[in-house]
């Protein structure tokens, strides 16, 4: 069974720096894509940033991009959004999810694994 553990959510002032984590295990994650989307109470669930497991390569939404920065541990089956200058428009829920292929996929339905979810709140 696929298992999706984020991990590194908190409460950070504006400006401040927090990373995450993803622990994936179940199977091999060759040739999937990674993601990371976030939501708040009383709106969808957003597309953060994705980025494909053999390749690394990386997508941002427009809102994250020069401050969040995506990556992948392959030794350690480990996903992580460093996320840097945060805002307290970030404060969210943030899920890390899986699917296989290579594509964008920026919509919530296009992803087959979700993990739990961890908060991070920001505050002004």
């Known amino acids: 069974q696929v298992q999706l553990v984020e991990s590194g959510g908190g409460l950070v002032q504006a400006g401040g720096s927090l990373r995450l984590s993803c622990a994936a295990s179940?199977?091999?994650?060759?040739?999937?894509?990674m993601g990371w989307f976030r939501q708040v109470p009383g709106k969808e669930r957003e597309f953060v940033a994705r980025i494909t497991w053999n390749g690394g390569t990386p997508y941002y939404t427009d809102s994250v991009k020069g401050r969040f920065t995506i990556s992948r541990d392959v030794a350690k089956n480990t996903v992580y959004l460093q996320m840097n200058n945060l805002k307290p428009e970030d404060t969210a829920v943030y899920y890390c999810a899986a699917r296989r292929g290579n594509l964008y996929y920026i919509a919530p339905a296009e992803y087959n694994y979700w993990g739990q979810g961890t908060q991070v709140t920001v505050s002004s």
């Open positions: 179940g199977r091999s994650f060759s040739n999937y894509a």
